[in-house]
């Protein structure tokens, strides 16, 4: 079939790259089927590229400690597996014997990418017509970090792109995945819904083409309607390629990420305050404060250097992009130093009673 498919090839056409994102169970994949369907009477192509069959089954196996489900090193772990796909759509877009090649490459399943491309091959001595071409990225896509690499494939192609995310309560998400003959673990579904975050047009300009669906209950045609209409905009505005500008964007970066830390050093300085105040507030022997001090100022240090860290290698960011670093600095000082600062100081004044 690998050597029938190098016979063919993909026209030029417009093309749009949608993300379905939400929750393990929203119902993506069920949503990706009916697109197909209805893109079909609209005599479009499209084909679903579903991360779970792409993506091989021990990339997604993570350590279960006792705080939980290390769900950063799982992100982590993707991260190699998701831009292969990535790849593999560029190559697609660019090359005839895509199939062939992909195979050489262990990062992803080759007989499933084959399989969800068939729909967007044709024989090689057709002539375009201008049918549209569309991808449906089914995947979590939990981090912007994750959907903002789609919208770079989209750019540097000229592409359409947009986002559909499908809200789906929790419950109903673990009730579901139950069912499935390969369940994700429950944990790793709560885990996933407290880091989730939507796609936020009012933060990131490039999420500007994203609607949201309730899928607790079933899909509704007028959702599809919405989906399709959303689909038909993103191809009628294909985005524009820009130049690479890697340097000044590693400096845009590396200057972000300074101001982060700057303030959340500032931010943590005063919650270090606070807490030798309680401190001394509840009498804790002059010992005991110098050994607080101690652990509140290390584990500063600590929270500070993976900030850095995670900022530079994590979050997207672009020159046109306004980061809000009151609003990141907030978030990130108050979700997770704040609480480390009430554990070590919450146990010093236990001990002192």
């Known amino acids: 079939m690998a050597a029938a498919a190098e016979s063919r090839r993909v ?19 069920t949503l990706a089927r ?39 090193e799982m992100h982590t772990n993707w991260k190699s597996h998701r831009q292969a796909v990535l790849h593999s759509i560029g190559q697609f877009l660019e090359r005839l014997d895509v199939v062939a090649q992909v195979q050489s490459s262990s990062l992803i ?15 090689e001595d057709s002539k375009s017509d201008g049918t549209p071409l569309l991808f449906l990225l089914d995947d979590n896509f939990f981090y912007p970090s994750m959907r903002y690499e789609v919208y770079q494939l989209a750019r540097k192609y000229s592409l359409g792109f ?34 989730l975050e939507s796609p936020n ?21 007028c959702d599809i309607q919405k989906v399709m209409e959303l689909i038909s905009s993103a191809l009628k505005h294909p985005l524009s390629p820009v130049e690479d500008n890697t340097e000044q964007k590693d ?35 002059s010992d005991q404060m110098r050994s607080l001090a101690a652990q509140l100022n290390e584990a500063k240090a600590t929270f500070l250097h993976n900030l850095q860290k995670q900022f530079l290698q994590e979050v997207p960011f672009i020159q046109e992009e306004d980061v809000d670093v009151e609003q ?5 000082v108050g979700s997770i130093f704040d609480e480390q600062k009430r554990d070590i100081l919450s146990r010093f004044l236990y001990n002192n009673e």
């Not at 990141?328 to 990130?332: A, L, N, Q, S, Y």
């Open 109 to 123: 399943n080759s007989a499933a990418w084959e399989r969800c491309t068939q729909a967007l091959l044709q024989p």
């Open 162 to 195: 947009c986002q559909v995310y499908l809200q789906c309560d929790l419950e109903s998400c673990i009730s579901r995945n139950h069912s499935r003959s390969k369940p994700v673990p429950t944990a790793v579904i709560q885990e996933m819904e407290k880091r």
């Open 251 to 285: 400096t845009d970066r590396l200057r972000c990420a300074t101001s982060v830390v700057h303030q959340a050093d500032q931010a943590c300085r005063r919650l270090i305050s606070e807490a030798m105040r309680a401190a001394r507030d509840h009498r804790v022997p």
């Open 201 to 221: 047009p009012q933060k990131n300009f490039w999420e500007i083409q994203s609607i949201s669906l309730n899928t607790t209950d079933s899909v509704s045609k």
């Open 11 to 29: 026209v030029g056409a417009p093309a749009c790259l949608c993300v379905l994102c939400g929750l393990p169970a929203a119902g993506k994949s």
């Open 34 to 72: 009916r697109i197909v369907g209805t893109a079909g009477e609209l005599g479009w192509r499209a084909a679903v590229v579903p991360y779970d069959d792409l993506i091989p089954e021990q990339a997604f196996q993570t350590e279960v400690l006792e705080d939980g489900i290390k769900l950063q």
């Open 328 to 332: 990141v600095v907030k978030r990130v």
